[in-house]
Nanobody
């Protein structure tokens, strides 16, 4: 089982980044999928979830700016981040989410907004 994130980098405030998470060893169609982040010096923060039925849920501070989506055929989850703010700076992780538990995690991709 493996989750590999990509797409992180540096962006200016107001800019956009697109994070991708490619899964292998299991089918994401059978799992809820989430993005979680760790801002520098802070605890992990929930960002967004997409359920197996396609329903989505977001952290209030990213609602309307971030969009989570899934492509089950490509076994990929995407987080489109628009109108970035400095407070979005964090290490972003992709994770499976089932029954409220995060079971499998990727290695993370850094997002820096200045």
């Amino acid at each position: 089982v493996q989750l590999v994130e990509s797409g992180g980098g540096s962006a200016k405030a107001g800019g956009s980044l697109r994070l991708s998470c490619v899964a292998s060893g299991f089918a994401i169609s059978e799992h809820g999928m989430s993005w979680v982040r760790r801002p520098p010096g802070k605890d992990l923060e929930y960002v967004a979830t997409i359920n197996t039925d396609g329903r989505t849920h977001y952290r209030e501070s990213v609602e309307g700016r971030f969009t989570i989506s899934r492509d089950n055929a490509k076994n990929t989850v995407v987080l489109q981040m628009n109108s970035l703010r400095s407070e979005d700076t964090a290490l972003y992780y992709c994770a499976t989410r089932d029954g409220g538990a995060y079971n499998y995690w990727g290695q993370g991709t850094q997002v820096t907004v200045s």
